[in-house]
Structure formats: C-alpha cells, structure tokens
C-alpha cells in the first residue's frame, strides 16, 4: 500500500499555519517584545548562533516526547537571562518528495527572560562560572543528578532541541523565511 500526500491540504494547511505566524510575528515587530512563546510538537528542530551569554544556569535529564518518539533522553537547560547573537533557528519537512525549511534569523542581538529548552544534543565551546554538579539520592532518577552555574558562555553552537520556550523574547531584527533545499 502506498499512501500520497494530499498537496492541495497540505499547502492550505502549512499556508493557514505560516499565516498564523505571520500575524504573530508582526505583532512581535510591533511591540518588540513577545510574552509566553512555546513552540512545541514540531519534532526535531535547531537552533544555531556565534554567541549566548547566560545567567542562572541550570540543567537536568530527562525522558521527553517528540514527534518520533514517544520517550526520548533530553537534557533540560533553563537560564533566567539571555542574550543571544546571530540567532538562526530552522526545522526541515519533507513534502512530496521534495524538503522544505522554515527559517527564522535575528540580524540584532535577541534578549530572552524565563528560557526553558530540552535538547537532544548541544554542540558548543561552553564557559561556565561558579558550575556546581550535584548528585542527590532520590528515588527518581531525574533528580539525582544537576548541574547549575551562575552564567553561561556558549559560542559556535548547535542544538537539536524537541522544546523552547521563553516568558519574554526580544527580536529586533527579525527574518522568517520558507524555501526549498536540497538535502
């Protein structure tokens, strides 16, 4: 049995969506600054950037869904304050044969309060200060180990990342882009 994309639902459907974040993402141009944004049950998405500086860092595993799976190991970092430069974050869909990519860059630094990020990889050159790894006895795996720091340096990195959210983002200089690509 073969099964076929429908395009015509497919593009209504992705064109209803882009539209939906087309209008949200005019309203963050307009007051420049976003509230409670959660973007999730997407699947695998990356997020890159030449730079993040950080402060009050903390991390832990954990067993987290995805589109593919429906328990996966993840590492949740959470860090109270944020600036990030040269932000570019994009996921890739297969249609019809053909790959799409849903691209959203920042030219301009981008301020973040209240991020929260489960990832299933982090490639990065990292700097920590006052880093502590904690080993706790606890019943519940998920508690028995943490690493906290006070800030956070990560340069050239590269996360495969299942969920973000932030409590305010700050975007000036914002582009959302779709296109084709060839993989």
Do not use: C
């Not at 502590?132 to 720091?149: A, G, M, T, V």
């Not at 409590?167 to 993989?183: A, D, Q, S």
């Amino acid at each position: 049995m073969k099964s076929k994309t429908n395009k015509k639902v497919f593009f209504t459907s992705l064109a209803s969506g882009l539209l939906a974040l087309g209008l949200l993402l005019v309203s963050f141009g307009l007051s420049g600054v976003a509230y409670a944004v959660p973007i999730a049950g997407v699947g695998d998405f990356y997020v890159e950037f030449d730079k993040l500086e950080g402060e009050g860092y903390q991390f832990y595993p954990k067993i987290g869904e995805t589109s593919g799976e429906a328990a996966a190991p993840q590492g949740t970092n959470l860090i109270e304050t944020v600036t990030i430069t040269n932000l570019k974050l994009y996921k890739d869909f297969k249609v019809g044969g053909e790959w799409i990519r849903v691209l959203i860059t920042a030219s301009k630094p981008v301020k973040i309060t209240g991020l929260h990020q489960d990832a299933g990889s982090v490639e990065a050159n990292a700097t920590f200060a006052n880093q502590k790894l904690e080993e706790n006895f606890s019943d519940d795996w998920q508690k028995q180990f943490s690493l906290s720091s006070s800030t956070i340096v990560l340069e050239n990195a590269k996360l495969k990342t299942h969920y973000l959210f932030q409590e305010t983002i700050n975007m000036n200089g914002m582009k959302l882009t779709v296109e084709k690509i060839k993989k």
